[in-house]
C-alpha cells in the first residue's frame, strides 16, 4: 500500500509565508510527477504547482513568483514554499503524485488534504 503524508498548514497573516510537504511511503518504484492542488470552499480543486522527476515546474497563474515546488528524490517528498500569502490563496491542499508499483501500473495517489488559512 502507499501513503502521502501532508504536513506544514495553518493559520498565516497576509504577506506571510508557509511551507508545506507531503511524503510518500510504502513500496514504491518510481515517483514521476509530483503536484499540489487545493480547493477552495465552493469552487472546484486546482492545480497549483507540479514537478517531474526530473525537475521541471508549473505553476498556475495565480501562484507564480510567490510559491515553489521542489521534491527530494531520494525522501519521495515534496515541498511547496508558499511566500506572500494571500486570502485567496486560503484553501484546503492536496499533494498527488504519480507512483509506479512494482508489477503494478502506474497509479495517482492523494494526500488527506491540510488546510491553509490565510487571514488577519
Known amino acids: 500500500q502507499v501513503q502521502l503524508v501532508e504536513s506544514g498548514g495553518g493559520l498565516v497573516q497576509p504577506g506571510g509565508s508557509l511551507r508545506l510537504s507531503c511524503a510518500a511511503s510504502?513500496?514504491?518504484?518510481?515517483?514521476?510527477?509530483m503536484g499540489w492542488y487545493r480547493q477552495a470552499p465552493g469552487k472546484q480543486r486546482e492545480l497549483v504547482a507540479g514537478?517531474?522527476?526530473?525537475?521541471?515546474?508549473n505553476y498556475a497563474d495565480s501562484v507564480k513568483g510567490r510559491f515553489t515546488i521542489s521534491r527530494d528524490n531520494a525522501k519521495n517528498t515534496v515541498y511547496l514554499q508558499m511566500n506572500s500569502l494571500k486570502p485567496e490563496d486560503t484553501a484546503v491542499y492536496y499533494c498527488?503524485?504519480?507512483?509506479?508499483?512494482?508489477?503494478?501500473?502506474?497509479?495517482?495517489?492523494w494526500g488527506q488534504g491540510t488546510q491553509v488559512t490565510v487571514s488577519s
Open positions: 514537478i517531474t522527476s526530473g525537475g521541471s515546474t
Open positions: 498527488n503524485s504519480e507512483i509506479r508499483r512494482v508489477g503494478v501500473p502506474t497509479i495517482v495517489y
Open positions: 510504502g513500496r514504491i518504484f518510481s515517483i514521476n510527477v
